[in-house]
Every structure is written in structure tokens, then in C-alpha cells.
Nanobody, 122 residues
């Protein structure tokens, strides 16, 4: 099973940007995704991308502000987050799906990173 390690989280002011990275221990041909979990809330879908990078899908709450991409040569997935808002504060998790199709269902992801904290101050 692929191992995932996220990095790039931190503290930023509202309106700022961060770029999260997720490095996989091995190559995966399946879709990859980002989820986030705020304190006291369930983990929720943020964005997903197919292996080719040709298809992406976003949660409505981040559409137009976040961009998911991947570099298969580096086994790395990225999440560029612009115009961050306090409601984006959460632990962000990278995940590898068990399918090559786009999926927003948490149960369709079978490998998870340890998470990276993103805090947005107002």
C-alpha cells in the first residue's frame, strides 16, 4: 500500500496563499484527493484528480480558489490554495483512491497521509 506524506501547511492571514504537497512512497495509477477536517467536524472532500491529471473536481466551497495538480514523475500531488479564509482552517489530508475514476466518497480512498495543519487568521 502506498505511503503518503503531506507538507506545506502553516499559519496565514486571510487572503493569503499556501501550497500543500503530498509525496507518495510509490507510483499509483489511481486518482488522488485532498480532504480536510476542522475541529469538531467530519472529514470532508476538498479536491480530486485522475492519474493523468486530465480530470479534476472540487468542492463548491473551494472552487475557483484551490487548484489540485500532480507530478507523476515525482509521485507528488499538490494543492494550491489562494484567497484563504478563516473557514478554510483545518487539518488537510492527502489520500489515494482505490479507483482510477473521480470520486468524492471518503470510503473510496484506501491510503491516507498523517495530515498537515492549515490555520487562517482573520
Amino acid at each position: 500500500q502506498v505511503q503518503l506524506v503531506e507538507s506545506g501547511g502553516g499559519l496565514v492571514q486571510a487572503g493569503g496563499s499556501l501550497r500543500l504537497s503530498c509525496e507518495a512512497s510509490g507510483r499509483t495509477f489511481n486518482s488522488m484527493g485532498w480532504f480536510r477536517q476542522a475541529p469538531g467536524k467530519e472529514r470532508q472532500f476538498v479536491a480530486t484528480i485522475t492519474w493523468s491529471g486530465g480530470i479534476t473536481y472540487y468542492a463548491d466551497s473551494v472552487k475557483g480558489r484551490f487548484t489540485i495538480s500532480r507530478d507523476n514523475a515525482k509521485n507528488t500531488v499538490y494543492l494550491q490554495m489562494n484567497n484563504l479564509q478563516p473557514e478554510d482552517t483545518a487539518v488537510y489530508y492527502c489520500a489515494s483512491a482505490r479507483t482510477r475514476s473521480i470520486t468524492v466518497i471518503r470510503g473510496e480512498y484506501n491510503a491516507w497521509g498523517q495530515g498537515t495543519q492549515v490555520t487562517v487568521s482573520s
